[in-house]
C-alpha cells in the first residue's frame, strides 16, 4: 500500500453487553486499524482503552443485566476515533467518575483506573452522559 | 486465563496467561481464593510472563488478592511482567505495592527470606 493513499473509512458494530464481548470489541478495533500497519505499542494502547470503554458499559451502563453496545470506529488519514455508547443509567458526576481510583463498585475489587487508562493511552477523551441517557465514550488517537 | 499452580516452599505460584479481562477476572479471583487456601501457603506470586492482554479487570485482581494476603499475615509478589503489562502495572501503582521480579523462582527465594 502507498503511503501516500489516505485512508479514510468508517464501521458501526453492536452487540450484547456481555463480558464475552469485551475481546470481539478489542480485536475488531485491532483489525480495523491493521491497514495503517500501527506499532505493537499502539495497538495495545486502543485495545486497553476499547476494553475499559466496552467494560464500564456492560457492567456500569447496563448493570451487567444486559443491553445492546454500540462502537463506531473512524479512520481519517491516520486519526482513529474510537466512540462506545451504550443507552444504560448513565454517569451523574462525570468529572468525578473520571477521577482516578474513583469507583462506585469498591467491592467488587475495582480498581477505578478504567478512565485513567483511556486517558493515558488515547490522545483524547470525552464523556459525555447523564443519568438515565446512557453514556457516549469518544477516544482519538493519532496511529 | 489460568495455566497452572506451582507449589514451592514458602509460596504458591500460580502462572496465569492469555488475556486478562473482566470477562475471567471474577472466575479467576476464586480459583486463586480457593487453591491458596488449599495449599495453606501465605505467600502467593503470580507469574504474568505469558500474559497478553491485562485491563483495569487484572489490576483490581492484583490489589484484591494482595489485600486479601495481607489480611492472613502472607504477602503477593508479582514475576515475569515486561512490555506493555509491566507499564500499566507501574502506572496503576501496583508495582509499588507488590514488588515484581524477573520470573517466579527469585520471587520465591526471596520471599522465603
Ligand atoms: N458507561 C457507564 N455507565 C454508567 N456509569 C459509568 C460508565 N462508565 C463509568 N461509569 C462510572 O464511572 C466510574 C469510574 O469508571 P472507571 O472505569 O474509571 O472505574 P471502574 O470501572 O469503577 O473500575 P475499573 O475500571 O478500574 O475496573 C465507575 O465506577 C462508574 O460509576
Ligand atoms: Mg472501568
Redesign the pocket.
Known sequence: MSAMQEINNYMKTEFDARSINEALARGVAAFFMLPLDPDMETVADVKTAVS?AV???I???YRSEGGVVTMELTLRGRELTVVVR?S????EDVAK??EPM????PEAE????????METFMDSLDVD?APGR??V?TMKKLL | MLKEFIECPGALVAVLGGEID?YCAAWLRSKLDVETELSGEKNLVLDLSDVSFM???G??LIIGRGKRLASAGGRLALAGAGGKLKKILEMSGVTRLYPLYPNYRSAVEDMMK
Open positions: 475499559e467494560t464500564n458499559a457492567i456500569h451502563g451504550d444504560g443509567v448513565g454517569i467518575a473520571r474513583f469507583t462506585t463498585q475495582r480498581s477505578g483506573l478504567g478512565f485513567t487508562f452522559s446512557g453514556t465514550v | 473482566q485491563d483495569s479487570a489490576i483490581g
